[in-house]
């Protein structure tokens, strides 16, 4: 019998002995961890909570449970955002662009074109640059964990294709609740109109909106393909989720259960990114088979969209701080040319 077979089985036994005494001893109860996302359970979203909890069950020992809660059902991004700061809820996942209202350096994020490829938001997300824009999360009773992906945002609408900047003209555009994204999309010419996610897809079935922007994934999980005809390939950011915790239930934890948390958490990140990269680059031919018309822009085309959103960037620095914008587009500069 291997170690860890004799261990598991003398736990199965400490456990066995223990149980009638269960109901009694507060701190052999499970902790319960209400752990909430937007996207539902099929997709990358919930895959990656599901394994999440499978680990922290497993090196905990089922000391900590995680009940994962998807589509939404404990609320959008913001709301659950609120709930883990007065720690009615211990801890979600969504999108960093959620968050800006309330630590305004997460607007770093939202910059167009700010990462080429996959391999740069890995390197800045999980270096020092994204650990210092995590940490500005704790003061607002927020602890962040790590970044996963959620990807490169492309463009789908109802209307037409969008092979020109003018062809944004008048789209109905929803964007996510935050100023960036709004501000783009106003540049960009089209009628950006803030929405939960959660909001969304029937905004779009009741035409309430023509369009929106999210990546291959959760286009395809999403379902939005039954009600988008045109998906535009535009990349225009690079969008990541955050894995956070409500710090007044945080530090009620010991030291062990925290580790337990942050490793869950990370074996996570690599596997959410792993499974949404081999996700993503399957999507189209999948979207193409559902009977959307895709198109990539001229190359003429994207540079114009490209040298429009660079106008947002001014506000943007001046919102994270210029300091941080800097270290950000130094760091950057330095990966480029060590290629
Ligand atoms: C899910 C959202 C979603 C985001 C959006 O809660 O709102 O468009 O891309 O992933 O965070």
Redesign the pocket.
Known sequence: MTFVRRSLVAAAAAAALLAPFAAFAQDIKPRLIRFG???NEQSN?GRAVKFFAEQVEKASGGKMRVRAIGA?ALG??VQMQQALIGGAQEMM???T??LVGITKEMALWDTPFLFNNAKEADTILDGPIGQKVMDKLPEKGLVGLVYWE?GF?NLTNSKRPVNKLEDLDGIKL????NNVYLDSFKTLGANAVPL???E?FSALETKTVDG????YN?ILSSKFFEVQKYLSVTNHVY?P?IVMVSKKWWDGLSKDEQKILLDAAKASRDFERKDTREEAAKALAELKGKGMQINELPASEAARMRDKLTKVNASIGASVGMDLWNETQAALAKLRGAK
């Open positions: 996302y937007g996207l979203q939404a959008p991004d996942v969504g999108s662009a959620t959620n945002r929803r964007v996510m609740q939960p996610f959660s969304l929106q922007e999210n990546p959760t969008s989720w």
